[in-house]
């Protein structure tokens, strides 16, 4: 398991409190991202689930993805 793997619980909750603290330093921003929807679904969110959510789907081996050309 790599180093990021390891501490993804620590990653998250760090991101969080991070995005908490600019929310307080910048509430206009955060509000004007969260106001961004279409049909009541918020457009950043689904965005940005994507690159976290296709690759888990597809189950990925990118580094085998080198050898596909290959007889």
Do not use: C, S
Not at 41 to 64: C, F, S
């Amino acid at each position: 398991m790599g180093f990021f793997d390891r501490y993804l619980t620590l990653w998250v909750f760090l991101y969080i409190l991070i995005d908490i603290w600019l929310g307080h330093l910048t509430p206009g921003a955060f509000q004007a991202v969260g106001a961004i929807e279409v049909a009541q679904i918020n457009l950043p969110v689904a965005v940005l689930i994507w690159p976290v959510i296709i690759p888990m789907l597809l189950k990925i081996d990118l580094k085998a993805l080198k050898g596909v050309t290959e007889p």
